[in-house]
């Protein structure tokens, strides 16, 4: 019997998990982009290595753009195994530490894994202006590569 087919590269899937270290930034912010963008055409989840806590410059630059993350609960891939399943097309993972989380789900999910490094900015140091500049950095750099991935053929 043969495995099941992965989605190509090149295919537009049907489901997306974006995953990273916590859960907090970059996979929030992935998400609400990716839904904001494709709406019900695309189902979009995102969960963390680990569930980390609530990040308020991910709600503030993902604000000025009018995306509201206020309900958002990070959580980690066991929580959302629990809830919803892994039953992903792809997971699309922003840190190594993600990146091997997913990989070692492919050994017990049909699942497809894109690694698109991406820089922290809870790592930047500097004043409030400076840190949010990080941020938004992320966020369109993010909504880019979302566009660019996911359009339609």
């Not at 087919?5 to 537009?12: E, F, T």
């Not at 929030?28 to 494709?38: I, N, S």
């Not at 891939?77 to 039953?87: A, N, R």
Request: hydrophobic share 40%.
């Amino acid at each position: 019997m043969e495995p099941p087919a992965v989605p190509k590269r090149s295919a537009r899937p049907q489901s997306v998990l974006f995953m990273c270290g916590q859960n907090v930034v970059r996979s929030v912010m992935a998400q609400a982009l990716a839904k904001h963008l494709f709406g019900k055409s695309i189902y979009v989840a995102s969960a963390g290595v680990i569930a980390g806590d609530v990040d308020p410059f991910v709600t503030a630059v993902l604000d000025e753009i009018g995306l509201d993350v206020k309900k958002h609960r990070p959580q980690s891939v066991e929580d959302l195994e629990e809830y919803e399943g892994l039953s992903f097309d792809l997971a699309i993972t922003l840190s190594p530490d993600a990146h091997h989380r997913a990989l070692e789900l492919t050994r017990t999910n049909a699942l497809g894994v894109e690694y698109w490094p991406t820089p922290d900015p809870s790592r930047e140091a500097g004043n409030r202006e400076q840190r949010l500049d990080a941020y938004r950095t992320v966020r369109d750099e993010l909504e880019q590569r979302i566009r660019a991935r996911f359009r339609q053929p």
